[in-house]
């Protein structure tokens, strides 16, 4: 079932168009890496899906049982003051509000339910500590574990493991592929190609002259792909099986 | 001491004190960390050329002209703040003095009917029946919003792409929020001063988070810095005549927060302690 429909789209600022009559369609359930070169609009263009900026041309149209609050959101650069007063905990609970219309304070299931995400994203020993006072890659997860709060189908995500190192990049993608499997549609703007193709149900390649949009399949296969892509195809039509796999994470 | 409160001025004065300094504590802390302080320096100073030229224009009432130019500046000052493109500061700057210029040009060209120095440092003999009216209802209507939305308040504070893009309209928020701080501007700055004002807004905030590590420890103790330093503020002003209430009022702020600032200091130093 198609969640998210966007047709001849164009955004921009300043009256400069950045992104072009761009076309794709997301079904629910799908997996979609947007990857592209710097300036290209990866995360103009999840600003306008979030809209949070106008757009030029083009519709964005999502299904109609998807509401505002039941996207999770993790931004590239998230705009706040670092001695912000606040605790890990009231940062995370803070991803519940699109759900909640009134008042103090939070349900005990909302509770519950956080714990056990700060846990997932390893931030549960830390959640009375000052947001102020942690590393920038604790602050990442800890923003993260907010967005999760926020997901009910859609979650979308820009350049999430900027500020992770190595194993805890990885830690991010099994969690990302869990939340999938778990029926979380995702959107997610990448660098990193390689661990996109891997993941990803479905690829959008943002280009100036010609953007790619098709299953992780297709795109490995197309010129563009070739170009970009240094390891050989992973995918089942392909049959290469877990040699591949067992090779690239060792 | 306590006979002051046989002067009905100084009864009003400290009704309409003690409410806008609520006010202004609870704008503050979001003012102060979303980066906005200089709007309620902006604001005061527009008030102030406001006052000006309805003194000119010999109204009755200047506040039926100030506040609405003031909640006006209030809408424009916080599109600049919001608008990356523009250099939000300097902008705030340039606006405000050159309301302060216009005030000052017109106050003087018109001569005697205006008393400059009321208005930039102001009086408790300018509290009057209809502020006590107006405060109480501000600050209605301001608790009544913190209590109601707090949550909210916090995730738009923190991070407002975030709540955009959950789904919470901060835009209506941040326009309620800096009309409200508009009214307490106008309110506060006949008693305060143009020049005093904008640190009633300010000190509370930055004040409480030298000890304060939660939000909503924060909003309290900002409550209770502000509702302190008002108070003490008129007595003393009350004690020695002479003094204008603004002043003492800012110096109680300023000498609240070097103390918290004590504080954290040798909190600081006694927790580093056993590490080392």
Redesign the interface.
């Known amino acids: 079932m198609s969640l998210l429909k966007v047709s001849d789209l164009s955004l921009g600022y ?1 009256g400069r168009s950045i992104i072009k009559g761009v076309s794709f369609s997301v079904n629910e359930g799908d997996y979609l890496c947007i990857v592209g070169e710097n300036g290209s609009g990866k995360t103009t263009l999840i600003k306008g899906l ?3 900026m106008g757009k030029y041309r083009g519709t964005i149209e999502y299904a109609s049982e998807l ?3 039941h ?3 993790l ?1 590239q650069h ?4 670092r ?5 890990v905990r ?2 995370v609970m ?2 519940f ?2 759900s ?1 219309r ?5 349900s005990k299931a909302q509770r519950q339910e956080a714990a056990l995400i700060m846990e997932n994203v390893g931030v549960g020993e830390l959640s009375q500590k ?1 947001f102020g006072e942690l590393s920038g890659g604790q602050q990442q997860r800890v ?1 993260l574990a ?2 999760l709060c ?1 997901t009910r189908k859609l979650i ?1 995500l820009d350049e999430p493991t900027s500020a992770l190192d190595p194993l805890a990049t990885a830690d991010f993608y099994s969690l990302i592929k869990r939340l999938n499997h778990q029926g979380v549609t995702v959107i997610m703007v990448s660098h990193d190609i390689n661990a996109a193709v891997r993941n990803a149900s479905h690829i959008l390649c943002l280009d100036s002259d010609k953007s790619f949009f098709g299953t992780t399949h297709e795109f490995i296969h197309s010129p563009l792909g070739k170009k970009l892509i240094v390891s050989d195809c992973p995918c089942d039509v392909c049959s290469k099986d877990e040699t591949v796999e067992v090779s690239e994470d060792a | 001491m306590l006979d002051i409160l046989s002067y009905p001025f100084m009864v009003n004065a400290l009704i309409v004190g003690v409410l806008i300094a609520v006010c202004c504590a609870l704008l503050g802390v979001v003012l102060v960390l979303k980066r906005y302080s200089m709007i309620g320096d902006g604001l005061s100073h527009v008030g102030f050329g406001a006052l000006s030229i309805a003194a000119v224009l010999n109204l009755s009432s200047p506040i039926y002209l100030s506040l609405p130019v003031v909640m006006l500046a209030a809408f424009f000052l916080l599109r600049i703040t919001e608008n990356s493109k523009i250099n939000a500061d300097a902008a705030i700057a340039v606006i405000s003095s050159s309301a302060l210029a216009i005030g000052v040009f017109i106050a003087s060209i018109n001569g005697t009917n205006i008393n400059l120095q009321q208005y930039m440092f102001g009086s408790i003999l300018s509290v009057g029946e209809s502020d006590i009216v107006i405060s109480v209802i501000l600050s209605i209507f301001v608790i009544a919003m913190y209590l109601l939305f707090y949550n909210k308040i916090f995730a738009i504070t923190f991070d407002e792409s975030f709540a955009k893009a959950t789904g919470i309209r901060t835009k209506l928020y941040n326009t309620v929020i800096s009309l409200l701080t508009a009214i307490t501007i106008v309110v506060g700055m006949r008693m305060l001063g143009t020049l005093l004002i904008s640190a009633m807004i300010i000190f509370p905030a930055l004040t409480s988070m030298r000890l304060c590590k939660r939000f909503l420890t924060v909003i309290i103790t900002s409550v209770v810095v502000s509702v302190f330093c008002v108070v003490s503020g008129l007595f003393t002003s009350f004690t020695f005549a002479d003094i204008p209430v603004g002043a003492t009022i800012v110096i109680f702020n300023l000498a609240v927060f070097l103390l918290f600032l004590l504080v954290s200091a040798i909190r600081k130093l006694l927790t580093r302690k056993p590490k080392e």
């Open positions: 300043d979030l809209g949070l509401s505002q609050n996207i999770g959101y931004s998230p705009r706040y003051s001695d912000f007063p606040a605790s009231e940062i803070s991803g509000l699109g909640r009134f008042g103090f304070g939070y000052n923003l907010r967005a926020a979308l």
